[in-house]
């Protein structure tokens, strides 16, 4: 991907299932509602939930177009997760960072690790439960998943939560606002670094200028 000093953040957000980072990304987007963050609408192969409305949540496709965007190279990464596929589209994560606005993905380790070698400058934020008592709790209170859909994440938690050290900053999600607080402070500390940068080069390039006159 072609950058320039203008582009907005990417912001890779993971954690195991139930360990809150769509409540927290949505809570993020809600205080900074003015169009500069976004979060990225995957694409997946999973069977929609109740109340999850297509293009919203998630674009919802079958397999078969799936693996067709594999092979169009339409995927800025995709993983397998619980036996479903999961992707990012290119085209919207390119354009929206083109414009300035700063991009959060939820995305698994796999995708995350995809990201990081594509984009290395995207941070990334691990998010883990409290315990694996609270994460259990947080799956059956959600009250969207069967007990067995539940259990499957249970098993998977500890694979994906022994990824964390890939992530530069990890994030205990126990007290819901103090959480939401230091997730705030890691996205506009990096957007304040980011426009000091790009201050700084605008101020090198005016003296450039000056000079060259
Ligand atoms: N690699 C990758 N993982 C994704 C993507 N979208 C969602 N996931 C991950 O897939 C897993 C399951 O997501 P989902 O079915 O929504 O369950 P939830 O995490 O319990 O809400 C989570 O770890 C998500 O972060 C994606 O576009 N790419
Ligand atoms: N800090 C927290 N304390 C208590 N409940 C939480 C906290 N963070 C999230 N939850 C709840 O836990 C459940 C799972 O959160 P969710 O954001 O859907 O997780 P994820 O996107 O990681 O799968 C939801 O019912 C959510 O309201």
Redesign the pocket.
Known sequence: MTTSTADGNLFIVA??????????I?ALLERHNDGSMQVSVSCTTRAPRPGEVDGVHYHFLDVETFQRKIEENAFYEWAKVFDNYYGTSRLVIEETLQQGIDVFL?IDWQGARQVREAYPQAQSIF?VPPSLE?LEQ??R???QDSDEVIAGRMAKAQAEMSHYHEFDYLLV????NE?LANFEHIVLARRQRMALQQSRHAAKLKDLLANAG
Do not use: E, Q, Y
């Open positions: 954690a195991p299932s139930g360990a809150g980072k769509s409540s927290l949505r939820d998010i609270t947080r799956l209170s959600r009250g999600n126990d007290d819901f959480s």
